[in-house]
């Protein structure tokens, strides 16, 4: 039997059938892996998710995604689902190395005309990539970047659209050193809301990409950040997905990780670990010239 959505808050119940239904949908559009006991927060959400429309059952709703077509859906469904936990600066030693060890080669590469790519996987709304901008310009000064560029991506398209809006309440610069909190800011006149400035935002671009389908990108990366994303795919589609991303990072680039994530060690042959969550991959040299982003029939991740 399935569960009717009278729209009256997160009290309804939702079914043993139709979780397993559920949690199967979610796990073939994302690769999310949906665990037992969790059912009253996918009644609340999916109730959320339904409210105001003529989707009379949950039932109804997922043979109305099971249609590929339906994309407006999925994609409703999905970013109903997912879980989106970011800050400014988290796990700040990430950072730390990355502005050390890392970008000042980068950066001195990309002013020479070399190509620099860093891509944030998993990006929520937006916290992580703008931080990379941020470094970015730190040790840039008012001196031209190049053709450095930030990949941000993500597969919830209501959180990807509030990481270009780039506004955050003031309290969420608190992790920020205060020099960039000022200088990366502006306050609007809308209460304690503040804006990024446009120079990271010249730097970033935000595209929608599931992890688990094709990745329409052609060429490496120099940094790959991809944290806290893995933990909620089970162990298939993560030692998949450690693999492309460990294939995409360029002679000499990094990937760094979550704190709780692992990288099975054969995929990590050809990695040095240097910290908490850091792997750089062996050898040296720049990222592949005719690294460019792939003009697929979506045009999703041009940039």
Known sequence: MSLKIHHQGPHDQISDENY??????????????????????????????????KIPSIDAFCKLLSNP???AAREKFVSALTTNTTQFHRE???FD????????????????????????????????????????????GRNPLGDLRI??????????????DGIYPAAALRPLPASQATAYFTRINTGNMVSVSDGPRALVAFRHLNLKADWPISGNFDVI??????????????????????DRIS?????FIGHSEHIPEEITGDFHV??????????????????????????????
């Open 69 to 71: 077509e339906n994309l």
């Open 20 to 53: 397993r239904q559920v949690a199967r949908l979610l796990y073939d559009l994302s690769g999310i892996h949906l665990p037992v006991g969790k059912s009253a927060m996918v009644s609340s959400r999916l109730a959320r998710c339904l409210r105001g429309t």
């Open 274 to 303: 240097v910290g908490n969550g850091i792997f750089r991959r062996k050898g040296s040299g720049p990222s592949r010239p005719e690294q460019t982003l792939k003009k697929e029939k979506s045009h999703e991740l041009e940039g």
């Open 97 to 140: 190395y990355l502005r050390a060890q890392i970008l000042p080669d980068l950066i001195t590469r990309a002013r020479v005309g070399g190509r620099v790519r860093i891509w944030s996987a998993g990006c929520s709304s937006g916290e992580e990539a703008y931080g990379l901008a941020f470094q970015c310009l730190d040790l840039g």
């Open 225 to 246: 950040f991809c944290r806290n994303v893995a933990i909620y795919f089970d162990e298939q589609v993560q030692a998949r997905l450690w693999r492309r991303l460990c």
């Open 251 to 255: 002679p000499g680039g990094a990937i």
């Open 151 to 164: 990949l941000a991506t993500d597969i919830d398209c209501h959180t990807l659209a509030r990481a270009r």
């Open 92 to 94: 700040a030693h990430h």
